[in-house]
């Protein structure tokens, strides 16, 4: 999608700080970070949201979920971070491009929001 926010990062046509690129998912620090670490992990193949991801590219869904946790363990967060998937404007996706975030470097309540 050319107009795709997601889509011009992973094309390189945006820059973003990149911490993990494959042939598959880019994952980069979020501009406005809601933790010490604030990742997103997006597929570089469009899908709207995460329900798309999985029906229409499963095997998609699981390399994003890998390299979540690749970037996790990059970061030095132990096994502790939250993976966020927000489906929908209302619950705060801004973007409509599948993407995860990875939060971790500090404590979290719940529940969220």
Not at 6 to 15: K, L, Q, T, V, Y
Not at 49 to 66: F, G, M, Q, R, Y
Not at 67 to 72: D, E, G, I, K, T
């Amino acid at each position: 999608m050319s107009g795709c926010l997601f889509c011009r990062i992973a094309s390189g046509e945006i820059p973003a700080d990149v911490v993990l690129r494959n042939n598959d998912v880019v994952a980069f620090r979020d501009v406005n970070p809601q933790a010490p670490v604030h990742v997103l992990v997006i597929p570089i193949e469009h899908h709207t949201n995460v329900t798309e991801l999985s029906a229409k590219a499963p095997h998609l869904t699981s390399k994003l979920i890998d390299a979540a946790a690749a970037v996790a363990q990059g970061e030095g967060l132990d096994d502790q971070y939250r993976l966020v998937f927000n489906t929908g404007a209302d619950v705060g996706q801004s973007v409509f491009h599948v993407h995860a975030h990875v939060l971790g470097g500090r404590n979290f309540a719940w529940p969220p929001g």
